[in-house]
C-alpha cells in the first residue's frame, strides 16, 4: 500500500523568508501524480502544486516551488517569500489511478 | 463558479446517536469523494463515487456509514450510530473525472463532535 510521510509536524518562517517542507512517499509504481494541498484554518483545502512522475523537471508555481527527487522518493515544497497568508496546513498526497492518498501534514506559522 | 456545498458546518450529538452530512458538488463534476479527516491527522478516502456508481468504499465501516449519490449530483452521508472515534471533520471534493491528475475541491467540511 502506498504510504505519504510528512516528517515536520510544525514549522515556522520568518515572513518574506523562504521555507521547505519535506515528503517522502512509498510505491513500487513508475508512474503516479504528487501534489501538495494547503488546508487554511477552516477554510478549505485547495491544489497548491502538481507532479507527474515521469516528468524530471521540478513544477513551479509563483512562489511555490517542489524538488522532486523519484529515486528518493521526496517530494518536497519550497516557498519563497513567505507572506502571512501562507500559514496553513500543508498536505502532501499521492496519485494513482484512482486513489489519492495523503500524509499527515505539516503546519507552517508564518511570523511577522 | 459555486464551489463544493456542505451542511451542516458544525454538529454535535451524543454516542449512538445518527448525522447526516450532505452535500453539492461543482456543477459538472461527475467524482465525488467523502473524506474523513480525525484532529492531526491527513484526510482518508470514506467513499469515492463516479455519476452514481461506487468507485471504492474499502474504508468506509459499513457497520455504522453509509453513502448514496443519488442522481449522480448531492450526496448524503450517515453514521448511524455513532462512536466517540467518529468526532472528525467530514470532506466531500468533486473533480471533473476519475483520476482527473488530482485536481480535488473540497468544501470547507462538516465538523462531527461525539459526545
Known amino acids: 500500500a502506498q504510504t505519504v510521510t510528512q516528517s515536520q509536524p510544525e514549522m515556522s518562517v520568518q515572513e518574506a523568508e523562504t521555507v521547505t517542507l519535506s515528503c517522502t512517499y512509498d510505491?513500487?509504481?513508475?508512474?503516479?501524480?504528487l501534489f501538495w494541498y494547503k488546508q487554511p484554518p477552516s477554510r478549505q483545502m485547495i491544489l497548491v502544486i502538481r507532479?507527474?512522475?515521469?516528468?524530471?523537471q521540478n513544477a513551479t508555481e509563483n512562489r511555490f516551488s517542489v524538488n522532486f527527487q523519484k529515486a528518493a522518493k521526496s517530494f518536497s515544497l519550497k516557498i519563497s517569500d513567505s507572506q502571512l497568508g501562507d500559514a496553513a496546513m500543508y498536505f502532501c498526497?499521492?496519485?494513482?489511478?484512482?486513489?489519492?492518498?495523503f500524509g499527515a501534514g505539516t503546519i507552517l506559522r508564518v511570523k511577522s | 463558479e459555486a464551489g463544493v456545498a456542505q451542511s451542516p458546518r458544525y454538529k454535535i450529538i451524543e454516542k449512538r446517536q445518527s448525522v447526516a452530512f450532505w452535500c453539492n458538488p461543482i456543477?459538472?463534476?461527475?467524482?465525488l469523494y467523502w473524506y474523513q479527516q480525525i484532529l492531526g491527522q491527513g484526510p482518508k478516502l470514506l467513499i469515492q463515487?463516479?455519476?452514481?456508481?461506487?468507485?471504492?468504499d474499502s474504508q468506509l465501516p459499513k457497520d455504522r456509514f453509509s453513502a448514496e449519490r443519488l442522481k449522480g449530483v448531492d450526496s448524503t452521508l450517515k453514521i448511524q450510530p455513532a462512536k466517540l472515534e467518529d468526532s472528525a471533520v467530514y470532506l466531500c471534493?468533486?473533480?471533473?473525472?476519475?483520476?482527473?491528475?488530482?485536481?480535488?475541491?473540497f468544501g470547507e467540511g462538516s465538523r462531527l463532535t461525539v459526545l
Open positions: 471534493a468533486s473533480s471533473l473525472g476519475t483520476g482527473s491528475a488530482g485536481e480535488l475541491f
Open positions: 510505491t513500487s509504481e513508475s508512474d503516479y501524480y
Open positions: 507532479q507527474e512522475a515521469y516528468k524530471q
Open positions: 498526497a499521492y496519485l494513482r489511478g484512482n486513489k489519492l492518498v
Open positions: 456543477s459538472g463534476h461527475a467524482t
Open positions: 463515487f463516479q455519476n452514481n456508481g461506487v468507485v471504492d
